[in-house]
């Protein structure tokens, strides 16, 4: 099964999840809406006049960019989410020939997309990065629609949050990131003490009868440090972490909180600019500035 079979199988509902009037009653968290709220004020402060995202979906988002005058244009490898996002386009007036059916892993469609479109003030990729396998070869993939001195917006899953998790998760990071270069016999050890101490058996897998949930598909989280470090490599300075996705509880024991009142303390937090969203957010962004040439 593949990660544009999952992408297909999610198209049709996509456009739920940013939508105002569904905040407080969406059973799922609209961690995206409060994305694309963050976003939107990145481009603003940039004062970005070209956008050019990997992975578009519904391109609900770049509609939504567009809509304050930014050119925009876009990819995607799931055939579903491009035909909803061409469509999305037209009907709001824009020119649906800008979304282009593409893997990003694939260095001839991209040099093609490239000669195409030209360079962009801002390139975006959220929520593609955990379905790649080489993370340098995929900054490089933005990169290459990035004009010198442009910005870059890179969505990743926060492999910090699992220190908050106290779950199957925690016990991976502690095994395979923080003690990676530990005596065997130690980390067997600590491994069979984290089986006590831990809920290792959650969270639940995600899963379809398709055999494509989101846990089933190639869905990695990124080290914020390692991942910053992959995007300086790359010619880039001014880098910045942005959190967003914050848990005012970790996620096994929020049921036993009201959820409205769970719901507003998330809410609540989104936005805080501080250290505390490395540990308490599931998710960040990285913006970094592409030096001059
Ligand atoms: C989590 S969704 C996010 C969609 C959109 N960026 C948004 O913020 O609403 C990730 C998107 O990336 C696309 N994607 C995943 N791997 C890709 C690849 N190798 N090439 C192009 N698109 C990809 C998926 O099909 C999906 O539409």
Redesign the pocket.
């Given at each position: 099964m593949s990660?544009?079979s999952?992408?297909?199988g999610s198209?049709s509902t996509?456009a739920g999840?940013?939508d105002a009037k569904k905040i407080w009653t969406n059973e799922e968290y609209p961690s995206?809406y409060f994305?694309?709220e963050l976003v939107q004020r990145l481009l603003a402060s940039a004062d970005a006049t070209s956008v050019y995202?990997?992975?578009?979906?519904?391109?609900?988002?770049l509609v939504r960019i567009a809509t304050t005058g930014i050119r925009v244009a876009?990819?995607?490898?799931?055939p579903e989410?491009v035909r909803f996002a061409r469509s999305n386009m037209e009907s709001h007036g824009l020119d649906p020939s800008a979304i282009s059916l593409?893997?990003?892993?694939?260095e001839v469609a991209l040099q093609a997309e490239r000669e195409r479109v030209g360079t962009f003030d801002v390139v975006?990729?959220?929520?593609?990065i955990?379905?790649?396998s080489d993370d340098a070869a995929f900054v490089s993939a933005m990169d290459g629609f990035l004009r010198p001195g442009g910005r870059l917006l890179l969505?990743f899953r926060n492999s910090m949050f699992s220190m908050f998790t106290f779950n199957r998760l925690t016990k991976e990071f502690i095994l395979d990131e923080l003690l990676t270069d530990v005596d065997q016999g130690i980390r067997d050890v600590v491994a069979a003490d984290l089986d006590a101490r831990l809920a290792v058996d959650k969270p639940p897998k995600r899963t379809r009868p398709t055999g494509d949930g989101y846990d089933e598909i190639l869905s990695r989280f990124h080290n914020p440090f390692e991942l910053a470090d992959v995007v300086r490599a790359h010619g880039y300075r001014d880098v910045h972490y942005h959190w967003y996705n914050y848990h005012p509880a970790y996620p096994m024991i929020s049921d036993q909180i009201d959820a409205t009142a769970y719901r507003k303390a998330q809410i609540d937090l989104e936005g805080d600019p501080s250290w505390r969203g490395m540990f308490l957010c599931s998710a960040g962004i990285i913006e970094a500035v592409k030096d001059d040439a």
């Open positions: 990660v544009a999952h992408y297909d198209a996509y999840q940013y995206n994305r694309l995202e990997l992975g578009v979906g519904d391109a609900t988002p876009g990819n995607d490898i799931s989410m593409l893997d990003v892993q694939d975006m990729a959220m929520g593609v955990p379905h790649v969505q």
